[in-house]
C-alpha cells in the first residue's frame, strides 16, 4: 500500500495562510490603523475648514458685529486640531475627542446664533461620522454618541432661540448663514463618506489580489484537490492501494539555459508545463509539483 502524507503541521499553516489571503495578522492590523487614521486626519482637516470659511464669511458681513462667533468658530477648529493630538493617547480618545468637539461646537453655534442658522442640525451627522472613525473594536462607543447627540439634539431644540440674541443679525444674513451651514454639512457628509469607502474598496482590492496571488502560488506546488482541502482546514493522510508515478525531466537542461535567455527558457517551461497539465486532466492524471524543469 502506497500511503500520500503531507505534515499537519504544514499543512495548518498553508491553511491559514490561503484563508487569510497570505496577510500576517499584525501587518495587517497596522495597515487598518494606518488607513484610519489617513481617514480621520481628513476628517480633522474638512472640519478645520469649514471653521475657516465661517470665519471669512462671519469678516466679510461684519466683523465688529460678528466677532463673537468669529472668536467660537476659531475656538472650535483649534479643537478639531487638537484631535490628532489625541492620537498619542489612543484611537478611541481621538474619536471622542472630535465627536465632543462637534456636540459642543454646534451647541454654541446655535446659542450664538439661534436655530434659524440651522448650527443645532449638525449634530445629527455626528454619530454617523463618528462611526467612520471608530475602529471595529471601538464600534460600541457609537451608541453612546449617538444618544448623546440625538439628546443634545432634542434639547437644543427645545430651549435655543429661534434668532440670535447676542448678534444683531437680518434676515438676509439669517438666510446666508443657513444655506452656507447646510452647503458646508452635506458637502462634509458626502467627502468623508466618499474618502472612507474609497480607501475600504482600495484595501479589498489589494487584499483579494495578494490572495489571489498566494492561492495560485500553491496551486503551481500543490495538486488543486489538496489545495482545496487545505482551504477547509482538512490534515491531509490519504492512503491508496495502488499508485503509479512518474517523475519527468529534461536531459540537459542546465547546459540548454546557459545558452538561452531567461525570457526564452521562462517560455518554453510554460509551454511545456501548460502541455503537461492539460495531459493531466485528459489522462486523469494529478501532477503533484514541478521541480525547475521536473514533473512530479
Known sequence: MAVTQTNPGPSQNVGRLLQSGG?????????????????????????VFSCLFFVVLYSVLDARRYWIAILVNLAVGASFAATLLMRRVGPLAEVLWFAATVILGMSAFGYLLGKVSGSH????????IAMTLLSPRNWAWGWPILVAAWGVFVVANRVLPEFPSLIPMTADEAQSIFLATSA?????????????????????????DAYRGSEALLTNVMPVSVVERLKRGETIADSFDEVTVMFADIVGFSALARDRQPAEMAAALNRLFSEADRLAVEFGCEKIKTIGDGLL
Open 23 to 47: 496577510k500576517d495578522a499584525n501587518s495587517l492590523e497596522e495597515r487598518r490603523m494606518a488607513r484610519r487614521r489617513r481617514i480621520v486626519t481628513f476628517v480633522v482637516a474638512l472640519s
Open 121 to 128: 442640525l449638525i449634530l445629527l451627522s455626528a454619530p454617523a
Open 184 to 208: 458646508i454639512t452635506v458637502g462634509t457628509s458626502f467627502l468623508m463618506v466618499r474618502r472612507a469607502l474609497g480607501t475600504a474598496y482600495r484595501a479589498e482590492v489589494a487584499m483579494d
